[in-house]
T-cell receptor
Framework: NAGVTQTPKFQVLKTGQSMTLQCAQD?????MSWYRQDPGMGLRLIHY???????DQGEVPNGYNVSRSTTEDFPLRLLSAAPSQTSVYFC??????????????FGNGTRLTVT | GQQLNQSPQSMFIQEGEDVSMNCTSS?????WLWYKQEPGEGPVLLIA?????ELTSNGRLTAQFGITRKDSFLNISASIPSDVGIYFC??????????FGTGTRLKVLA
């Protein structure tokens, strides 16, 4: 029972490089989201999706792109990496009944360093 | 961005002691969640609360949905070394968006 799988676990980028963080879930969850975790800041929502073909911005979307072509996958793209994007990135999914409020299930994170 | 006030930020306790932590918000929430995060891993759901006044237990953990709907509490009874970690609260006003607290770092001294 894999749940939410994130790859890679670690990544180092140079400023200006681009990359994609992968997220896949096997629970048939409609809702998927990306958070970043920084010391003393808690978890902040970057982008989210309520179903295939539907995405929306969260609290800190600048510098990131997402797409949702399938129910299972929700990749996060860094267009031009900056040191301020050094963080731990978590993907989370939930059943998304339409009323909201369903608990989030998290992956184990991608630790990104931008030099 | 909006955040929850979670306290205490950190605590050191003796094994066997009870632990209490809480989260407060300026907004009313319809759902409160409590998570635990261990080093190198993602947050793991401990307890979900959906009604004001609700009291829910999960083993030695008990959480309450405050009656004002602006706060929630987590208690851990008879702490053990494996309780070490960071505990997060999260609240939702009924949409998909959750707001997270900044975490309570718990260290248990044997």
């Amino acid at each position: 029972n894999a749940g939410v799988t994130q790859t890679p676990k670690f990544q180092v980028l140079k400023t200006g490089q681009s990359m994609t963080l992968q997220c896949a879930q096997d629970m048939n969850h409609e809702y998927m989201s990306w958070y970043r975790q920084d010391p003393g800041m808690g978890l902040r929502l970057i982008h989210y999706s309520v179903g295939a073909g539907i995405t929306d911005q969260g609290e800190v979307p600048n510098g990131y792109n997402v797409s949702r072509s399938t129910t299972e996958d929700f990749p996060l793209r860094l267009l031009s990496a900056a040191p301020s994007q050094t963080s731990v990135y978590f993907c989370a999914s939930s059943t998304g009944t339409g009323r909201g409020g369903a608990p989030l299930h998290f992956g184990n994170g991608t630790r990104l360093t931008v030099t | 961005g909006q955040q929850l006030n979670q306290s205490p930020q950190s605590m050191f306790i003796q094994e066997g002691e009870d632990v209490s932590m809480n989260c407060t918000s300026s907004s009313i929430f319809n759902t409160w969640l409590w998570y635990k995060q261990e080093p190198g891993e993602g947050p793991v759901l401990l307890i979900a609360l959906y009604k004001a006044g609700e009291l829910t237990s999960n083993g030695r953990l008990t959480a309450q949905f405050g009656i004002t709907r602006k706060d929630s509490f987590l208690n851990i009874s008879a702490s053990i070394p494996s309780d070490v970690g960071i505990y997060f609260c999260a609240g939702s006003s009924g949409t998909y968006k959750y707001i997270f607290g900044t975490g309570t770092r718990l260290k248990v001294l044997a």
